[in-house]
């Protein structure tokens, strides 16, 4: 569910989203995010609009929230195909 939550967002948000994976506890996204929203917004973005649903849903039984951090990579739409399987 919590992939397709931040999928859904990015979509709205104008991301073209080209891969979304992860585990448990941690994410991967390769998202081309459009030039007039800034990155850390994208980001704040996505991350509140999951922990919102998810916790109001209940459906893990304690309170979900994303640590802090984040790591960003760039790269160019040919360099695409090394990222995205």
Known sequence: MLHGFLRSKSISLG???YALNGVIEHV???VAIP???AVAKFIGRIKAV???RINESEMIGFPFYWQEEYGVFSFDKKRL???VS
Do not use: L, W
């Open 15 to 17: 991301g073209k989203v």
């Open 81 to 83: 195909q090394n990222f």
């Open 35 to 37: 030039p007039r929203i």
């Open 28 to 30: 991967h996204t390769v």
């Open 50 to 52: 999951a922990s919102k």
